[in-house]
């Protein structure tokens, strides 16, 4: 049997240049940074699918716990919802923005009506912000958490940011298909493609740490290999404009580009030619825990 000639051409992989200004960013700021919450429940990632758009910060819950400043800061706004309804962001609800220096702004939204305290000018780490809410636009209580890198104008995902959070499940992939023109053909080993390009979807996603069942939570990476050579990688680091739209930095994918309208992930287009192939799907979190799945898929009219 002949082995493998199958060829792939991709999507681009993280610019180089912006994955060092991200880590010297983060770099710059790790020792001192700590997180906003007390009890750490991610319940949402950066970069996962909002329907139309890509979510902009991580989701924390844990309960009606009190908020703070990861860093000291200069407030740059505050907004008590119940303070005014006539203006001003709604969907955020009550929530306070800090600036910390080098451009860097934080943002802690669907605190509590009435829970900002007295008004100051600057923060401390070990000064309350507010208490977990959920005013404006959200389902549950818990705290939205932005970070934003004014300098490069992109919002950054904040767990490259935070201090590490202990192990965590790894992610789960639920299933892989072949998108060949319409039609979506579940991968399996022994599954049969058409040479040609196709597109791989996968329904993958990182697991809530407080419920037992899955959850559709973005994976910090996503990466494809055609026999045992990568040919695609998503990474959720930070979300930017480009031409008038937000896409993932480095790759500048779109998010109709990153999801199906279903929330399956695009994870790349590869063109196949005839042969034998082994196509591997690798999901990590953002505690480097990886799930991957290899397929033997052969490539034939
Ligand atoms: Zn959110």
């Known amino acids: ?14 610019a ?22 007390a009890d750490r429940v991610i319940t949402g990632t950066f970069g996962e699918d909002r329907g139309d758009h890509f ?15 990861v860093l000291p800061g200069e407030l740059v706004f505050r907004w008590d919802e119940a303070s005014d309804y006539s203006s001003l962001p709604r969907g955020l609800g009550t929530f306070v923005a800090l600036r910390h ?12 009506n009435g829970s900002l305290g007295p008004p100051r000018t600057s923060y401390q780490p070990a000064d309350r912000l507010g208490v977990i809410g959920e005013t404006g636009d959200a389902s549950g209580p818990h705290l939205h958490f932005a970070v934003f890198d004014e ?6 995902n904040p767990l490259l940011f935070l201090p590490p959070l202990a192990a965590r499940q790894p992610p789960v992939i639920r299933r892989v298909f072949a998108l060949v023109g319409e039609r979506r053909l579940p991968l399996e080993n022994g599954a ?10 996968a329904e993958a996603f990182v697991l809530r740490e407080d419920v037992s069942f899955a959850w559709p939570m973005a994976p910090a990476r996503l990466s494809v290999s055609l026999d045992g050579r990568e040919v695609s990688r998503i990474s959720f680091d930070a979300l930017q404009v480009a031409h008038g739209r937000s896409v993932l930095s ?13 929330g399956a992930l695009i994870c790349a287009e590869v063109a196949l030619s005839p042969g ?10 953002s505690s480097g825990a990886e799930t991957a799945r290899t397929i033997l898929i052969s490539v034939r009219q």
């Open 101 to 112: 220096g080098q451009g860097l702004v934080t943002l802690y939204a669907h605190l509590q």
């Open 1 to 14: 049997m002949s082995r493998a000639a199958a060829r792939a051409t991709v999507r681009p992989t993280m």
């Open 276 to 285: 034998d192939s082994r196509l591997t799907v690798s999901v990590r979190n």
């Open 55 to 69: 979510h902009n910060g991580i989701d924390i819950g844990g309960g009606a716990q009190d908020v703070r400043p």
């Open 16 to 37: 180089a240049p912006f994955l060092v200004a991200v880590l010297t960013l983060v770099a710059a700021r790790a020792m001192s940074l700590d997180w906003p919450v």
């Open 192 to 201: 049969v493609l058409p040479p040609g390009k196709v597109r791989i979807l």
């Open 250 to 262: 480095g790759s500048e994918l779109s998010h109709g580009q990153v999801y199906e309208s279903d």
């Open 151 to 156: 300098e490069a104008g992109s919002a950054v």
